[in-house]
């Protein structure tokens, strides 16, 4: 597939819109423009004179980003996931985001999966899982003594999640999102693995057994959260946020004073680990989120646990 020049945008959508009909266009060209421009591609408000620069994630479309504050890191991962797409037959296109990270999209055929989220989850595990070892600098494709592991952004198997678009402007930096090789069969789907298949089944069934048993149990009860919750929780920057936007909307309604939540919450940031917010930017999370509710469940305690390597604590 080959295209060329900002107006390229309009070509993927034609080859999508093969494969679904629904596509949702979003225009946030700054960080100062809200998220409201948003119009489905040939709907009656839909406008192809406008840059749009983000898109919905479409239902089969698998989308793996590295985003570590090492370009050159992510970079490397981009290739690595690349060779084993192309050792299998997958065609894909990988972009530069337009910032530090890379994007590699692909499309799976999802046959009779109930969960395809679920599945699309284990598919981003199964090729974007590696093990760095930063004294040496060096990727390995099992774990090795001294290496983290990494894994792509989970997040993005999630449902009517947004990804910048192709030529799309990053709002941040305003450069566009640019490709780097783009397969001459893309966006074709592709069959799914074997072992993907084997791992989600499991996973499918363990999912609805949790599901029955933990109905009537406490989120705070839960192995994960209170792991989460304690001092013993050091891990990346992203999780320790992750973690914290948590703990506000699960703790916070035990705590009758919101000057002693901030307290606690400030104290158990600099215990583990966190350095990038202060103890203002700690205290104004609290207050912004204070009189919002957002329903926290035990998918986004789940998710955090996975993304940081400490599926252990998940509860079957």
């Known amino acids: 597939m080959k295209t060329k020049g900002r107006n390229g945008l309009m070509t993927y959508l034609q080859e ?21 421009t948003r119009h489905w591609y040939l709907g009656e408000k839909w406008q192809p004179h406008i840059k749009y620069n983000h898109r919905l994630i479409l239902r089969d479309e698998v989308v793996l980003e590295y985003d570590d504050d090492n370009k050159s890191l992510n970079s490397r991962l981009a290739q690595r996931v690349c060779r084993k797409l192309e050792s299998v037959g997958i065609s894909y296109a990988r972009w530069r985001s337009g910032n530090k990270s890379h994007h590699i999209h692909f499309f799976i055929k999802p046959k009779e999966a109930r969960s395809v989220s679920l599945l699309k989850k284990v598919v981003l595990k199964h090729f974007g899982t590696y093990y760095y070892d930063e004294t040496k600098d060096k990727i390995y494709e099992y774990m090795v003594e001294g290496a983290k592991r990494i894994l792509p952004d989970l997040r993005l198997a999630s449902d009517n999640h ?77 999780g320790r946020e992750r973690a914290m936007f948590i703990l506000i909307h699960v703790l916070k309604d035990s705590y009758k004073e919101k000057e002693e939540f901030k307290k606690f919450l400030y104290d158990w940031y600099k215990y583990n680990g966190g350095y ?35 599926e252990d604590l998940i509860q079957h």
Request: charge should be positive; hydrophobic fraction near 30%; charged fraction near 30%.
């Open 162 to 238: 947004l990804i910048r678009a192709e030529y799309g402007v990053h709002e941040k930096t305003q450069k566009n999102k640019t490709p780097v090789k783009v397969c001459e069969k893309y966006p074709k789907p592709c069959s799914v693995p074997v072992e993907c298949w084997e791992t989600y089944m499991a996973l499918r069934r363990t999912s609805i057994k949790r599901k029955v048993t933990m109905a009537s149990q406490s989120l705070k009860d839960l192995p994960g959260f209170k792991f989460i919750s304690s001092y013993d929780f050091k891990d990346a920057e992203d």
């Open 276 to 310: 990038k917010l202060s103890e203002w930017d700690v205290k104004h999370k609290v207050d912004y989120h204070w009189n919002r509710n957002y329903n926290i469940g035990e998918r986004q305690i789940n998710d955090l646990l996975e993304q940081i390597g400490r």
């Open 16 to 36: 999508y819109y093969k494969i679904q009909k629904d596509i949702l266009l979003v225009y946030r060209p700054t960080l100062k423009n809200s998220w409201s």
